[in-house]
């Protein structure tokens, strides 16, 4: 996606917003934010990125553009924009970008079937019931079945798309993507002309959230850049160093080892370390050789 700068007068007010939370404190509480939701959450209070674009997202319907580091708790977001839409009785899509996670959100969204509300994924390997999904309260779907969906939007198999309110794209980011960002993009701007929908577009990694935020018609405060500071856990960035030599193969678990060495002390504690690989073979060989030396 190539997206034009957006105006001075427009990039001054989005920096200002981004630089400076909301003057009306939000409440912190979830039940006495969403009381008649409270049992979809999986917390009592929001962090302070959730505070900070909680008025956003729940009492406006306003399009909204979201970039906050990872784990910061972007996904209640995403499920605030729901909770809004299922009070004024429409029908949220959750554009997620990978099939495993739709997976992931109809699992995770079963809490939100316990209050009544129903959730249906439609994704090419799944056989799709066209009642089910013209009744059900929350879509979960690829960009790529979206976009198959909205071109056939005529026929009555898929007309369940030209009734939705919300769309929520989780990793917006992936619009710069050379294979699949024409495809997320044309699908959103297809489905705004079909049925107008209100946005709530996510990402953790986004450089140009200002010229997203134009594309969307998102106003400027409703498009947060929240920085490393919101991370619930500080990030320590480095580059780490080892030994280099002729024999690739074997260069290759010297650089394992080196990762597991880092993240041996936090596995220690009791905490978390995510090591990259670059291929699936080296994903399962990195995590036997760190069953075997944690």
């Given amino acids: 996606m190539r997206l034009r700068p957006r105006s001075r007068a427009g990039r001054d007010a989005f920096l200002l917003r981004a630089a400076a939370p909301s003057d009306v404190a939000a409440p912190s509480g979830v039940e006495e934010t969403v009381p008649e939701f409270a049992d979809a959450f999986p917390f009592e209070s929001f962090n302070r990125m959730q505070r900070e674009a909680l008025p956003a997202v729940l009492d406006s319907d306003e399009n909204v553009v979201v970039s906050a580091p990872t784990a910061s708790g972007k996904t209640a977001l995403a499920e605030l924009a729901i909770c809004r839409t299922l009070r004024q009785g429409g029908t949220a899509l959750f554009l997620a970008p990978l099939r495993a996670l739709t997976n992931e959100k109809e699992d995770e969204w079963e809490r939100f079937e316990s209050l009544g509300y129903s959730v249906y994924v439609v994704t090419g390997e799944r056989d799709l019931n066209?009642?089910?999904?013209?009744?059900?309260?929350?879509?979960?779907?690829?960009p790529e079945k979206a976009d198959s969906a909205t071109r056939k939007h005529d026929s009555p198999r898929y007309s369940f798309v030209t009734d939705v309110d919300c769309c929520v794209i989780d990793e917006v980011h992936l619009?710069?993507?050379?294979?699949?960002?024409?495809?997320?993009?044309?699908?959103?701007?297809?489905?705004?002309?079909?049925?107008?929908?209100?946005?709530?577009?996510?990402?953790?990694?986004?450089?140009?959230?200002?010229?997203?935020?134009?594309?969307?018609?998102?106003?400027?405060?409703?498009?947060?850049e929240f920085g490393d500071d919101y991370r619930p856990v500080p990030l320590h960035a480095g580059v780490e160093?080892?030994?280099?030599?002729?024999?690739?193969?074997?260069?290759?678990?010297?650089?394992?080892?080196?990762?597991?060495?880092?993240?041996?002390?936090?596995?220690?504690?009791?905490?978390?370390?995510?090591?990259?690989?670059?291929?699936?073979?080296?994903t399962v060989r990195a995590a036997e050789k760190a069953r075997d030396e944690l």
């Fill in 130 to 142: 066209p009642r089910r999904a013209e009744r059900a309260d929350i879509l979960v779907m690829t």
């Fill in 175 to 224: 619009l710069d993507s050379d294979r699949r960002g024409a495809v997320l993009e044309v699908t959103v701007s297809r489905l705004r002309r079909l049925c107008a929908p209100r946005v709530v577009a996510l990402s953790a990694t986004m450089s140009n959230v200002g010229d997203v935020a134009d594309w969307l018609d998102a106003p400027a405060d409703a498009t947060f």
């Fill in 241 to 282: 160093t080892y030994a280099h030599g002729d024999n690739a193969f074997a260069d290759k678990y010297r650089r394992l080892y080196r990762a597991l060495d880092l993240a041996e002390p936090h596995v220690t504690d009791g905490g978390q370390a995510l090591v990259f690989v670059s291929s699936r073979q080296d």
